[in-house]
């Protein structure tokens, strides 16, 4: 399985960013996704997470209202809106795909992860 991550920048506080992940390899719509971002000196956190059909989703409270996490399974593509950035905010982001069908805040639940994608958010 490959998963691959691309969307992010640098941008402004206020400002927005896609992310999206596209993976490969196995059956995309059988699986949960997630988004976590990992900042430096500080461990990866869940940042949202979606069940395989899109019907479950979870927020850490530190971006719920902002961001929003998707799913387009004809695509195998996982997408994290991000909007009303904040220097926070700033972290290199994972999406990663569960060894389930639901969706998981814990990193061990999670069987692959891609490279990371880099946000950086200017005050």
């Known amino acids: 399985v490959q998963l691959q991550a691309s969307g992010g920048g640098l941008v402004q506080a206020g400002g927005s960013l896609r992310l999206s992940c596209t993976a490969s390899?196995?059956?995309?719509?059988?699986?949960?996704m997630g988004w976590f971002r990992q900042a430096p000196g500080k461990e990866r956190d869940a940042v949202a997470a979606?069940?395989?059909?899109?019907?479950?989703?979870y927020y850490a409270d530190s971006v719920k209202g902002r961001f929003t996490i998707s799913r387009d399974n004809a695509k195998n593509t996982v997408y994290l809106q991000m909007s009303s950035l904040k220097p926070e905010d700033t972290a290199v982001y994972y999406c990663?795909?569960?060894?389930?069908?639901?969706?998981?805040?814990?990193?061990?639940?999670?069987?692959?992860w891609g490279q990371g994608t880099e946000v950086t958010v200017s005050s």
């Open positions: 390899g196995r059956t995309f719509s059988s699986y949960g």
């Open positions: 979606i069940s395989w059909s899109g019907s479950s989703t």
């Open positions: 990663a795909q569960t060894s389930g069908s639901g969706y998981s805040t814990s990193i061990r639940n999670y069987d692959y």
